[in-house]
T-cell receptor, first 116, second 122 residues
Framework: AQKVTQAQTEISVVEKEDVTLDCVYETRDTTYYLFWYKQPPSGELVFLIRRNSFDEQNEISGRYSWNFQKSTSSFNFTITASQVVDSAVYFCALRPLIQGAQKLVFGQGTRLTINP | DTEVTQTPKHLVMGMTNKKSLKCEQHMGHRAMYWYKQKAKKPPELMFVYSYEKLSINESVPSRFSPECPNSSLLNLHLHALQPEDSALYLC???????????FGAGVPYEQYFGPGTRLTVT
């Protein structure tokens, strides 16, 4: 069975602070993909990153960075120098790479509020 | 154009009404999806269409009826809904269903989401 846990339901920080969103997953599959999506108040889910289970290199994209640690089954997301526009709900998701697996298994989401 | 559009943005309907949600994409994607998202919950997959054929139905009640008239359009017909069906309905599309490189290999196609239709059933 697959499961994604985002233990932080809500986080509130002041602008320019760094913030890390935690994601822990469970799967018995050896090959899988992990995703992060952003859902701003407008509603649409915005794809942020996709990472496969064999690539443990950390990734940085501007103010965003991701730390994938297979040993602890975690795929954490850090926003550096947060901005008000980063306020959104963030979902971590898992998808095994096996035949017939179509569904993204989402975590419950973390609501991030950046205060000016 | 990487946009998925959905109409209407908001819909209020009674339990005896019949209404339809519409989704459109012009990215040449051949897979389209309906998700349901309750407040403070993640999206739940409802249906997947691949090449205009229904590929996945996640045991959705028959009061929800999807339709894919062509490769750019996806409808969700609603009839005799219940108040608990009130939710945000998200449409998504992807280049293909499954993985680039075939099942069991390759990279999952990323899904592009529309802004959703917020449905209230009274």
């Amino acid at each position: 069975a697959q499961k994604v846990t985002q233990a932080q339901t809500e986080i509130s920080v002041v602008e320019k602070e760094d913030v890390t969103l935690d994601c822990v997953y469970e799967t018995r599959d050896t090959t899988y993909y992990l995703f992060w999506y952003k859902q701003p108040p407008s509603g649409e889910l915005v794809f942020l990153i996709r990472r496969n289970s064999f690539d443990e290199q950390n990734e940085i994209s501007g103010r965003y960075s991701w730390n994938f640690q297979k040993s602890t089954s975690s795929f954490n997301f850090t926003i550096t120098a947060s901005q008000v526009v980063d306020s959104a709900v963030y979902f971590c998701a898992l998808r095994p790479l096996i035949q017939g697996a179509q569904k993204l298994v989402f975590g419950q989401g973390t609501r991030l509020t950046i205060n000016p | 154009d990487t946009e998925v559009t959905q109409t209407p943005k908001h819909l209020v309907m009674g339990m005896t009404n019949k209404k339809s949600l519409k989704c459109e994409q012009h990215m040449g994607h051949r897979a389209m999806y309906w998700y349901k998202q309750k407040a403070k919950k993640p999206p739940e997959l409802m249906f997947v269409y691949s090449y205009e054929k229904l590929s996945i139905n996640e045991s959705v009640p028959s009061r929800f009826s999807p339709e894919c008239p062509n490769s750019s359009l996806l409808n969700l017909h609603l009839h005799a809904l219940q108040p608990e069906d009130s939710a945000l309905y998200l449409c998504a599309s992807s280049q293909g269903q499954g993985n680039r490189g075939g099942f069991g290999a390759g990279v999952p196609y990323e899904q592009y989401f529309g802004p959703g239709t917020r449905l209230t059933v009274t």
